[in-house]
């Protein structure tokens, strides 16, 4: 008897001695918070998608890190995201991919502030994501810049001067990417000439239409998810109303929506960091392994996520982080990482300075024969 | 003692008994840390929705009206709570959490409160439907005017836009950011506060049930007819569950608000009504106990079944029917009691005095 | 000139909220409940239409046709299954489990067809909008208004020439009576949800004609403020629904034009509840008398 225990750990020492020489890879566990059901779930399966190819590729290429992909639903509800936080740690999560929308993101950030968990989230966009919290980063832009780069765009290369506004004014994307566009428009010579409002469950826009119609606006701006975009230009084409629409980021995947007449949506422009029909060979390797794994096309909330991952990969790999680290411990040694890694993902080039906000070049798109052309 | 009043009395220490040994139990188990992180997160929010439910109950079971708009009061709650935390924190310097907790825990029941009444007056003269509908109204016109609603705080004075941010003088602190609800709120709820919160409930709610107030109150449900031709002022006592379920509303709404760092008015819509609705339904119409029980049991079980999300609201939706089926279709109910024979004493002691039970009449 | 353009606007969502307020009034005046579920019950007939569409290929008309007896089936199922159970209790309690129909089949639309939006094909529909000067009108407007009339004057002459539609008129009058009279409740009131739920299904599909997104929560508000228009003009009266639904659409897009975008749906409410306070049996709706 003596004998086989002996022998049992003679071998277990030694699988342990052969397994350090191997290097096997450490494990990271990372938990991706979003929408999973509810009215938002959308972005929420999207951002989740997208990690999860990453996640594959980066586990099958075995490079020093695999990664544990934890999977929680916040349901798009302040209440929920607390409850998913807390069940990630729970389950061991050392860093946070998430939350997928903005109000949910700033609640469990700050949370994750007063605990100390590190915070990247792919597309929660609001300012209030990432103030007063130093743990909180962004893949995506912010509103005010997106509004900002918008309005700048539009001066600059002198689409017209008279513009109109149509914004969910009960979305903290919609009203946060207006304020800005609003606030910069008269400095750079543009007069915004009608502003209308609508909410989520708006469905009639005749009224917001008719005013920036009868307004005589060249550009209507729309800051806006793609959802009501698309009922805006079905709206615009019945009253033979053809300004230039100029969209945000939100505004891609208006083409995949099943069903909708891509001619309604011929000349619209967008600001947009991501689009899948991107030749760009990175691009296009992601968008393959996306439609061939989920069948479908993946929006910028999946190409967002799909570079989280990677930026949490090499974030914890300047960090040194290894599978004993605990998230109080990786949230420190993570930020002071953020600030030193540069990432070239799909959707641009990023750097991160202390405030969290990413910088990287946002893209003009025209949708033309229904498809997105760069100029 | 008459054996109505000692069943009664036995009801209601039963209720508070189990509420205060859940109470120890949970505290025992906090200092321990024997509590898991998911778990330990909800307590604050449980206690909320208890109290939602209990509240609703009063006015749904006891009074028999049915009301649509109860986040609307809530929202009402967490927002008066936020703001008045935040004014006393910037105006005062008020560093204390629990007083200013108290204070806006008392402002958000009083605000509103004087919503209740102000939407009772003109909902109570309506019946049934319509009034289930105006309610809804109500809840989405509140959902709507929050959306719209623009607080700061500067120098100690509290400022108010409608419509239009930009009137806000430059340099305010926002308390309130129309569609981006109330924003940094320091999160300062406590377990022990909600726990204090539901007793003062029960206390209100069993007390108001069992007076002559509340007799009256239950006779107008019974046969509204019947007790108007007795003298009973149908409106006056329909006008105090309404506006005590809306005050005690609001003060759950304030103790969720400042759970968490941010309330936002979509957290508040139709939908969450329809969420205390199925609480109070599937705890007994007139139980409060199964109401304190249904709305704990209801916010744990999706957190505990976080993988079986997708199909909870399916659930949700199937068991509130076969729950209003099985106790409101007479061959149904026949069959469920003569299933229960044995256990019928014991079915009876729970309900047949409380308060009419599962019945809706 | 824009007054005009805002005026037809009105006119199209008011006709949209009138055929689904129909389904609603008629209900209410037949089976004394209010039919929550209504909404989602013309959110399954434009999903349906649009797999017609979409996927299936089929005409516009065979499309049309198809929802409506879906719509037709499933609403006679529901009255089945859930309400008629439920003939004898209280209205509290039919309502609750309306609200669990309305939640059921929003739930089941979304586990087959999904949380992402669809766009619902219009091309059938649109042809060339027609001009009047400045006037810009879209066809599906014209459709829609026209469909309104046709339906409006259709369920008239069925309530008042035949012998059903006489038998629902009875029901509505008097349960009890209409009963010892020899005429079958329980069919008259699968009747009235058959055609409810067909004309529903009418609905779905211009509903998202006009405005072409199709989700799980497509039908919620737009049934919502079809009650709101169905109780507006009178619950339980035909040309009531007509009159509430059209009122209710131009109000709606005037209080939207004229007031603010911000509150369209605030002012929509707002009217409910003052006209209820004023006229609690609404502009066309016959005050009820109770009985001991």
Known sequence: ?375 | ?361 | MIFLDHLINGLSLGSIYAIIALGYTMVYGIAKMLNFAHGDVIMVGAYIAFCGLQYWGFPPVLAILVAMVACTILGITIEGLAYRPLRQAASLAVLITAIGVSYLLQNIALMIWGANPKSFPTTFINGSSIRLGQLNISTATIITILANVVIMVGLTLFTSKTKLGKAMRCVSEDRGAAELMGINVNRTISLTFAIGSALAAIAGILLCSSYPILQPTTGSMPGIKAFTAAVFGGIGSIPGAMLGGILLGVIEIFGKAYISTELGDAIVFAVLIIVLLVKPAGLLGKPMREKV
């Open chain 1, 1 to 375: 008897m003596k004998k086989l225990i002996a022998l049992a750990l003679a071998l277990v020492l030694a699988l342990t001695v052969c397994s350090a020489f191997a290097e096997e890879p450490i494990t990271l566990k990372i938990a991706h918070i979003g929408p999973l059901t509810g009215p938002a779930a959308l972005y929420g399966i999207a951002t989740s998608r997208g990690a999860q190819i990453a996640v594959d590729e980066i586990n099958a290429a075995g490079g020093k890190y695999k990664i544990e992909l934890i999977d929680e639903d916040d349901e798009h509800n302040v209440e929920k995201v607390i409850n998913a936080y807390n069940a990630a740690l729970d389950a061991g999560a050392q860093m946070i991919l998430g939350s997928t929308t903005s109000k949910p993101c700033e609640a469990a950030g700050a949370q994750g502030y007063t605990d100390r968990v590190f915070f990247l989230t792919p597309s929660a966009s609001s300012t209030a994501v990432i103030e007063d919290k130093d743990n909180v980063f962004q893949v995506c832009f912010t509103d005010p810049n997106q509004g900002a780069a918008s309005a700048e765009y539009i001066a600059e290369h002198k689409l017209g001067t008279k513009i109109a506004v149509i914004y969910n004014n009960a979305d903290v994307y919609s009203t946060g990417i207006r304020d800005t566009f609003v606030e910069k428009a008269p400095g750079l010579g543009l007069e915004i000439v009608s502003e209308e409002t609508f909410t989520d469950e708006t469905t009639d826009f005749t009224v917001q239409v008719g005013k920036a119609q009868e307004a005589g606006a060249e550009i209507v701006f729309l800051p806006m998810y793609y959802t009501p975009a698309s009922l805006i230009l079905k709206t615009a084409a019945d009253k033979n109303y053809k300004p230039i629409f100029f969209g945000v980021d939100g505004m891609d995947g208006i083409l995949s929506v099943e069903g909708f007449d891509t001619s309604l949506a011929e000349g619209v422009m967008l600001l947009t960091p991501f689009v899948a029909t991107s030749e760009d060979a990175k691009v296009a390797n992601f968008v393959k392994l996306y439609e061939d794994k989920f069948g479908e096309t993946p929006i910028q909330f999946a190409a967002d996520a799909y570079d989280g991952i990677y930026i949490l990969v090499a974030a914890a790999e300047k960090a040194g982080i290894t599978a004993d680290t605990t998230p109080e411990e990786a949230c420190d040694l993570l930020i002071a990482a953020m600030k030193e890694i540069q990432v070239d993902g799909i959707t641009g080039s990023m750097t991160w300075d202390e405030s969290g906000a990413v910088t990287k070049t946002p893209m003009a798109a025209t949708i033309e024969n229904g498809v997105y052309v760069f100029k």
């Open chain 2, 1 to 361: 003692m008459t054996k109505a009043k000692r069943k009664r009395l036995i009801y209601n220490l039963v209720t508070f008994g189990l509420v205060i040994v859940a109470f120890i139990i949970l505290e025992n188990m906090i200092s321990a840390k024997a509590i898991s992180r998911s778990l330990k997160g909800q307590l604050v929010p449980i206690c909320a929705w208890i109290i939602m439910a209990v509240s609703l109950n009063l006015v749904i079971g006891f009074s028999g009206e049915l009301s649509l708009g109860h986040a609307g009061f809530m929202s009402i709650g967490a927002y008066t709570g936020a703001v008045v935390s935040g004014w006393l924190l910037s105006a005062f310097d008020m560093q204390d959490p629990l007083l200013r907790l108290v204070l806006a825990i008392l402002a958000g029941g009083i605000l509103a409160g004087i919503f209740g009444v102000l939407i009772g007056i003109p909902v109570l003269r309506l019946r049934g439907d319509y009034l289930a509908i105006v309610t809804l109204a109500f809840g989405e016109i509140i959902r709507n005017l929050v959306n719209v609603l623009y607080i700061g705080t500067a120098n100690g004075k509290l400022h108010f836009a409608f419509l239009n941010k930009e009137k806000l003088p430059a340099g305010v602190t926002m308390l309130v950011d129309g569609a981006k609800g109330a924003v940094k709120i320091k999160p300062i709820s406590t377990f022990e506060v909600g726990f204090v919160l539901i007793l003062i409930t029960l206390i209100v709610v069993l007390n108001l049930v069992n007076s002559r107030a509340g007799r009256a109150i239950q006779a107008t449900r019974d046969n509204r007819i019947a007790a108007e031709s007795m003298g009973v002022s149908v409106t006056k006592y329909k006008m105090m569950a309404f506006v005590t379920a809306a005050v005690l509303a609001g003060m759950a709404g304030a103790l969720y608000g400042l759970n968490s760092s941010t309330v936002v008015p979509t957290q508040f819509t139709f939908n969450q009504s329809i969420n205390v609705l199925v609480f109070v339904v599937l705890g007994g119409l007139g139980n409060v106990l199964g109401s304190i029980i249904s709305a704990t049991f209801l916010t744990i079980l999706p957190e505990v079944l976080r993988e079986f999300a997708d199909y909870r609201m399916l659930v949700y939706a199937v068991v509130l029917i076969l729950v209003m089926i099985f106790t409101n279709n007479p061959t149904t109910r026949a069959f469920v009691n003569r299933l229960a024979s044995p256990a019928k004493k014991l079915v009876r002691k729970n309900r047949g005095e409380t308060a009419g039970g599962g019945d809706v009449k």
